[in-house]
């Protein structure tokens, strides 16, 4: 059985930094593309970013480019999202989610249960 | 960037059917994935490349997809069919996933 287990939110003030993590059990890591989507307060889903399986190829949303890294641990089975410059409309719930494929592009066929980021001063 | 556009909401009677449009230019020539979310719970996967279902997900859940319109149509609607659901696609043009806005199907 696939399982996400996301972890490292909390209450972070704005411009500052925060690293989160998605330990991953069930599938062979390596073989999948993994991502970061976030859900504000009541509002819907936003795609964060994008690393393939072998780590060596990323995306990002234009809403957090420069800012935000995405990086993998295959050896740990993890998946990271640091998070810098943070600002207040990153207050979300950031979910991991595996992709179908090792190069991503797909849909997203297991999740985590969330860890929420919020920025306030 | 490529956008999704969704109706905020859409009710239907139990027994009935109910669909969701997920509009966008040109869709019908992108693969088209469709997730469902109850409060207080990660997204759930109902319809993948526009028509497929997962293990599990009940034949009442269908998708279709042409022109520049996507449609989630679930048959024979339950009270726990209530929730979030939301259309997702890979933008080639740009390398990102997209979501559209969400649709809170409410079951009267």
């Known amino acids: 059985e696939v399982q996400l287990l996301e972890s490292g939110g909390g209450l972070i003030q704005p411009g500052g930094s925060l690293r989160l993590s998605c330990e991953a059990s069930?599938?062979?890591?390596?073989?999948?593309?993994m991502n970061w989507v976030r859900q504000a307060p009541g509002k819907g889903l936003e795609w964060v970013s994008l690393?393939?399986?072998?780590?060596?190829?990323?995306s990002y949303a234009d809403s957090v480019k420069g800012r935000f890294t995405i990086s993998r641990d295959n050896s740990k089975n993890t998946l990271f999202l640091q998070m810098n410059s943070l600002r207040a409309e990153d207050t979300a719930v950031y979910y991991c989610?595996?992709?179908?494929?090792?190069?991503?592009?797909?849909?997203?066929?297991?999740w985590g249960q969330g860890t929420l980021v919020t920025v306030s001063s | 960037s490529y956008v999704l556009t969704q109706p905020p909401s859409v009710s239907v009677a139990p027994g009935k059917t109910g669909s969701i449009t997920c509009g966008g230019d040109?869709?019908?020539?992108?693969?088209v994935h469709w997730y469902q979310q109850k409060p207080g719970q990660a997204p759930l996967l109902v319809i993948y490349?526009?028509?497929d279902r997962p293990s599990g997900i009940p034949e009442r859940f269908s998708g279709s997809n042409s022109g520049n319109t996507a449609i989630l149509t679930i048959s024979r609607v339950e009270a726990g069919d209530e929730a979030d659901y939301y259309c997702q696609v890979w933008d080639s043009s740009s390398d990102h996933s997209v979501f559209g806005g969400g649709t809170k199907l409410t079951v009267l």
């Open positions: 690393i393939c399986g072998g780590g060596g190829c990323t």
């Open positions: 040109n869709i019908g020539t992108k693969s």
């Open positions: 989610a595996k992709d179908l494929t090792v190069g991503g592009g797909d849909w997203f066929d297991s």
């Open positions: 490349y526009d028509t």
């Open positions: 069930g599938f062979t890591f390596s073989s999948y593309a």
